[in-house]
T-cell receptor, first 113, second 116 residues
Framework: GNSVTQMEGPVTLSEEAFLTINCTYT??????LFWYVQYPGEGLQLLLK?????DKGSNKGFEATYRKETTSFHLEKGSVQVSDSAVYFC????????????FGKGTLLTVNP | GAGVSQTPSNKVTEKGKYVELRCDPI?????LYWYRQSLGQGPEFLIY????????DSGLPNDRFFAVRPEGSVSTLKIQRTERGDSAVYLC??????????????FGPGTRLTVL
């Protein structure tokens, strides 16, 4: 079956630090990969996605590259801001049930000024 | 524009009671999904509707859980004889379709259910 393993938090950084949140996956077929973000008091929002190997998703300064050889989709940002403080979820969608999202457990990021 | 809305935002009930959780999807979205997020976990799929019919209810944990979408818009998740283990945030999402290029799922803010 499908599964997602992501780096456990919490992660605490200072403003302008470099961010990496690791995500690896197991999936049938050729999954599409996603990062969702949940800001305090808000619903889940799609941050970025990649639908095939070697694709790079990017948004708001965040990037993640679909690495089939390592089954990974690590999230990176070169310089975090206080406003990036949130919970980040790696997710995939694959196989015959390609409407069904499978999520990791989430990583809480806190950025201090 | 209006996003996905869920009511109530919080629900506290006693063990053994019946609860209903409501989801209003984005207008025009034919696909609707329910997920459950337990504390410290990511969301887990419960059920998916295409129009009025439940196309996949394989994620419902047992027969105490049931969901309907009678007119292809608003959906209600119903939980009978609630148990303390049902305490979680219940998330609803909708999309234009379940596949193809317009299948991004938009999530509501969730209903936090607490069973005492």
């Amino acid at each position: 079956g499908n599964s997602v393993t992501q780096m456990e938090g919490p992660v605490t950084l200072s403003e302008e630090a470099f961010l990496t949140i690791n995500c690896t996956y197991t999936a049938t077929g050729h999954p599409s990969l996603f990062w969702y973000v949940q800001y305090p008091g808000e619903g889940l929002q799609l941050l970025l996605k990649a639908t095939k190997a070697d694709d790079k998703g990017s948004n708001k300064g965040f990037e993640a590259t679909y690495r089939k050889e390592t089954t990974s989709f690590h999230l990176e940002k070169g310089s975090v801001q206080v406003s990036d403080s949130a919970v980040y979820f790696c997710a995939l969608r694959s196989g015959g049930s390609n409407y069904k999202l499978t999520f990791g457990k989430g990583t809480l990021l806190t950025v201090n000024p | 524009g209006a996003g996905v809305s869920q009511t109530p935002s919080n629900k506290v009930t006693e063990k053994g009671k019946y609860v209903e959780l409501r989801c209003d999807p984005i207008s025009g979205h034919t696909a609707l999904y329910w997920y459950r997020q337990s504390l410290g976990q990511g969301p887990e799929f419960l059920i998916y509707f295409q129009g009025t019919g439940a196309a996949d209810d394989s994620g419902l944990p047992n027969d105490r859980f049931f969901a309907v979408r009678p007119e292809g818009s608003v959906s209600t998740l119903k939980i009978q004889r609630t148990e303390r283990g049902d305490s979680a945030v219940y998330l609803c999402a909708s999309s234009f379709s379940a596949s193809g290029g317009v299948n991004e799922q938009f999530f509501g803010p969730g209903t936090r259910l607490t069973v005492l």
